[in-house]
């Protein structure tokens, strides 16, 4: 039995022990037959590049691959989404469905994932001084600090934190408290995320939850936009959940929760590096350079010319073209395609779907004739924005909060495993540039 006394009603945790208790020798031995392994090296390039390609972070619960793209726990984006349950009437997977796989492994049966719903909604109410927290902001705050205040506002709540400051704290069950704490996080910000899009865009009118229906379902509801945004919502959740983990927001979340920080803390920090518009703001990047293209055009026809001509013209001006490149992928990023697959199917005319169709027929030829980025494929963000735009959430500011929304999924599973395999504190080692200067000359590091 559990040790941490709960109203649950979902068989979840228990399957999750006895994954983690048959799990931890694995690790154990890996440590202490194998310890000394070596399974990478460093390059100056590599210390002075944002730690490109070094092998030193361990997650069981994505990989992606240069070429293939995401893994969620072995399986493929089309896998994921033909295997997983479905939610009633939908061509997608419930979330919460999602949300037992990430942790598992397992593919969920329908009733284990009515489980895990009716669990979801024991855990999704918000304390009302969140929104409190909220509504103290300047109200033209960008809806990211809005999200990341309001998720670090729940800190008092924590189960973890209580418990570690228990006199009972036990390092082989201190997963349990995290995956409280995990789990009431993911159940409770997609209703903070809906609360910050009618309050600061709606006039502050608010729609409640409406019990009976799913995560993505409820979001949608509570967002105010009719189907198919539902399926919109799940995909996107999902889609946006993981990629492995050393981008920016998993590995901030990571790093953060390796401290005995627990998941508010570590949640609101990787929040603000998914704010970053190299990272998460790209989909509202990407939105914006449309909307300037388009501004510039004056009403005339987009055509590969004068959207080559756009694409040249950021570049010359010595920025980024958004939704385009990735520090791992060497492809074009399976989301964006998932994306792609969902718009044909749902809105093949949607002008702007045909515009960011026709910078994806351009956009890799310029980056590859300009020859800086080493992958000229449209990301996730690429895509993401244009089916937002559609089903009406124009205010693109919004839409790093949509994929904060799913990025839980996947940190809040991964802290709650870091947890379980005893991870300890993350602590790299930094150098001088006098140090490499000196290996520089040596031809490596001698000592
Ligand atoms: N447009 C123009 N130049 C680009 C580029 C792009 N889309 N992508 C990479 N480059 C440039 C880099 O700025 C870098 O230039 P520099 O040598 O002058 O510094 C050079 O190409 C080499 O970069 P890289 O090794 O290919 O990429 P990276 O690992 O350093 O960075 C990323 C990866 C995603 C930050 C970068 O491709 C980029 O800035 N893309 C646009 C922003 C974007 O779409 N971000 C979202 C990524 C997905 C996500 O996290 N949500």
Redesign the pocket.
Known sequence: MSTVKETVTSSLKETLKQKIEAWRPRTTRLLKEFGKVVIDQVTIEQAIG?A?DVRCLVTDISYLDPYEGIRFRGKTIPEVFAELPKARGSEYPTVEAFWYFLLTGDIPTQAQVEEVMAEWKQRQNVPSYVFDVIRALPKDSHPMVMLSAGVLSMQRESKFTAYYHSGRYNKLQAWEYMYEDAFDLVARIPIIAAFIYRYKYKNDQHIPIDPNLDMGANFAHMMGIPKPYDDVSRMYFILHSDHESG?VSAHTTHLVASALSDAYYAYSAGLNGLAG????L?NQ?VLSWIMEFQKKLGGAEPNKENVSKALWDT?NAG?????????VLRKTDPRYTAQREFCLKHMPDDPLFKLVSLIYEVAPGI?ME?G????PWP????QSGVIQWHYGVREWDFYTVL?GVGRALGTMANITWDRALGYPIERPKSVTTEMLEQWAAEGGRKS
């Open positions: 944002g490109r981008n518009p190299l990272h998460g790209a990047e570049l920025q980024v073209i958004p939704g385009y490149g990735h520090a980056l300009h800086k980025a080493k992958n990301n996730v963000d690429a994929f």
